[in-house]
């Protein structure tokens, strides 16, 4: 009965032991979105400021992705004109997407190599590298390397025109911050008052409202504005 159903032959079906590549890719894939969304819970907890959560749709296309790459290899084969038709139809899909986190390109490459290796055949290999990249993300993750220390944070102090800012809030600063530096000072109220705007990295587990107050005390008790998760740009 298989024999009728799946014939031998050059051009003929996938028979049903290859169509199980795919679902083992896609099993890699399950492994390697579960791997994402726990890494990147992992740096939310450990990140001093909030992180991004892990996103729904990559992780689904993480698992979809490898199946998909295996299939596509199955049908191509040694055939190269199959290999010309499947290059054409997919140069006429274009997919447009904000640019993300380089972390999450890695994840796509993985994804692909496993599929890939799935569909030459190499199911053990493609279990061994998937196995080994999971565990590599989990050990980089849990080493913290290249991870931030403090936060990213913007400062705006209002001061009055008669008080010599330059250098009047540096020791508070160098208790509670990281690295600061002024980036823009602008008058206000017809030239009464002075804003000063600082980029300000504050270190970890500091009293927000312990360094208001000190700031406070040193610009008259006047306007303070503390940005949290700020970008580099915003002021």
Do not use: H
């Not at 006047?222 to 940005?227: E, H, Q």
Request: net charge positive; with cysteine.
């Amino acid at each position: 009965m298989l024999e009728l159903l799946f014939p031998d032959g050059a051009d003929a079906p996938m028979p049903i032991p290859r169509l199980l590549a795919a679902v083992s890719a896609a099993a890699i894939g399950l492994l390697i979105a579960l791997t994402y969304v726990w890494t990147r819970r992992m740096t939310g907890r450990a990140a001093a400021e909030r992180a991004k959560p892990p996103s729904r749709p990559f992780a689904v296309t993480l698992v979809a992705l490898p199946a998909a790459i295996t299939v596509i290899i199955l049908l191509v084969g040694n055939n190269v004109a199959r290999a010309f038709s499947l290059a054409g139809a997919f140069s006429i899909i274009r997919f447009r997407s904000a640019p993300g986190d380089p972390k999450d390109i890695t994840y796509v490459l993985f994804s692909m190599a496993v599929g890939l290796s799935a569909g030459m055949g190499f199911l053990l290999y493609a279990a061994v590298a998937g196995a080994f990249f999971c565990g590599l993300m989990f050990l980089l993750e849990a080493s913290g390397l290249g991870r931030a220390r403090g936060a990213a944070k913007t400062l705006k102090i209002t001061v009055p025109e008669d008080l010599d800012y330059q250098g009047a809030f540096d020791g508070v600063l160098r208790r509670f911050t990281l690295s600061s530096r002024l980036r823009r000072v602008k008058t206000t109220d017809f030239g009464s008052l002075f804003e000063l705007s600082y980029a300000v990295v504050t270190k970890d587990g500091v009293n927000e409202k312990e360094f208001i107050d000190e700031l406070r005390c040193r610009n008259g008790n006047m306007t303070i504005t503390l940005v949290l998760n700020a970008d580099e740009n915003e002021f």
